[in-house]
């Protein structure tokens, strides 16, 4: 790993297909987490959508766990992103989104970038969850909780505590 941190190496990473063909069929022990702390530089990607029908949100959304993002707005919370509000007051607006600006280390952004980049980024993220079905979106742009899928009624089986005997066969 030093000689690829040295040596600037870009390793392409294909999480979906990765793990579909068993390389690395556990996620949380895919090398990718590690590459990244040691500094070396990876790029998400997709293998093949037409055999694997995934895409590169896909790809970003199987490698991050957006749980904490999803349970802000299914508690109620909610944010309105539009194209005319400045970069600076939708920066402010998703920075109140627990656990959203933490995932945008994965897209290689932190808070040191500047403004429109950190806003691209979250937008890119709430998008993302509205387009997997994890969180709402009106047409006015406002991400709200996302609709839930009822549950489907649990099939009872009747089994009888005393195993069944049938009728007497005729003589």
Same mark, same amino acid.
């Given at each position: 790993m030093l000689l690829m941190q040295d040596r600037k190496y870009l390793? +392409?990473?294909?999480l979906i297909s990765?793990? /579909?063909? =068993?390389?690395a069929p556990n996620p949380a022990r895919h090398p990718f987490p590690e590459y990244l702390r040691f500094g070396i530089?990876?790029?998400?990607?997709?293998?093949?959508?037409?055999?694997?029908?995934?895409?590169?949100t896909?790809?970003?959304?199987?490698?991050?766990?957006?749980?904490?993002?999803?349970?802000w707005f299914d508690l109620g919370g909610e944010i309105q992103v539009t194209d005319s509000a400045a970069?600076?007051?939708?920066? +402010?607006?998703?920075?109140?989104?627990?656990? /959203?600006? =933490?995932?945008?280390?994965v897209l290689s952004v932190s808070s040191k970038d500047n403004v429109e980049s950190q806003v691209s980024a979250a937008e890119f993220i709430l998008e993302?969850?509205?387009?997997?079905?994890?969180?709402?979106?009106?047409?006015?742009?406002?991400?709200?909780?996302?609709?839930?899928q009822?549950?489907?009624?649990?099939?009872?089986?009747?089994e009888r505590e005393e195993p069944f005997r049938g009728r007497r066969p005729f003589n």
């Open positions: 390793v +392409e990473i294909n990765n793990r /579909l063909l =068993e390389y530089p990876v790029c998400l990607n997709t293998d093949d959508p037409g055999a694997w029908d995934s895409n590169i896909d790809e970003y959304f199987s490698g991050v766990d957006m749980r904490q993002i999803v349970q970069a600076k007051e939708v920066l +402010e607006g998703v920075k109140g989104i627990q656990g /959203l600006m =933490e995932k945008l280390s993302g969850l509205h387009a997997h079905k994890r969180i709402g979106r009106s047409e006015e742009r406002v991400f709200t909780a996302g609709e839930k009822p549950k489907k009624p649990e099939q009872r089986t009747f």
